[in-house]
């Protein structure tokens, strides 16, 4: 990619897409949106691939930050927002058949649920509001009414297990620069 060889973009988006749209659809909710979010993730990766620097994380985890904060800003945009407020009725329920995730994303996912199944009520929450729900640690204080020592603390244990347990999981599945 950063040769700018279109090519590895696509070899990315094949080998992260279900992951990053899952991540995507778990903060924002709405298939429609995680799809955006997962459109703008690649475009930015591939807009800003001089910034990716591999001593600082693995791809995935690079990719999962700018869809983590790409689905966050867009639930905080005023137009979210605004298309929040002129629902005053519930629209049907659509099924809408997505494609099958391959086979690595269904057990990555599966590992990421197990991982955070095993920390305590306390960190896993705190990492869920910190995560999916877009809160800072000021945030997450508040919304549980603990002190904020105690919610970095955890933040910190929970995010130094999950390194543990899934540190293995993101090497084997090929973190590379692409």
Do not use: C
């Amino acid at each position: 990619m950063r040769l700018g060889d279109e090519s590895a973009l696509e070899s990315l988006y094949a080998r992260y897409g279900g992951l990053v749209y899952t991540l995507a659809l778990r903060i924002v909710g709405d298939p429609e949106l995680a799809r955006e979010v997962v459109q703008d993730t690649f475009l930015r990766s591939w807009d800003g691939r001089e910034t990716y620097d591999a001593r600082r994380g693995r791809v995935p985890w690079w990719l999962m930050g700018i869809a983590r904060n790409r689905a966050i800003d867009l639930l905080r945009s005023r137009s979210h927002q605004a298309r929040m407020r002129e629902r005053t009725a519930p629209l049907p329920e659509v099924p809408t058949t997505l494609p099958r995730d391959p086979v690595d994303a269904v057990v990555s996912r599966r590992a990421v649920l197990d991982a955070l199944r095993e920390l305590s009520e306390g960190q896993r929450r705190a990492i869920e509001l910190a995560y999916y729900g877009g809160l800072t640690q000021t945030e997450i204080a508040n919304e549980l009414g603990e002190p904020l020592g105690t919610i970095k603390s955890r933040t910190r244990e929970a995010l130094e297990r999950l390194r543990k347990v899934l540190g293995p999981l993101i090497q084997s599945a090929g973190g590379r620069t692409s």
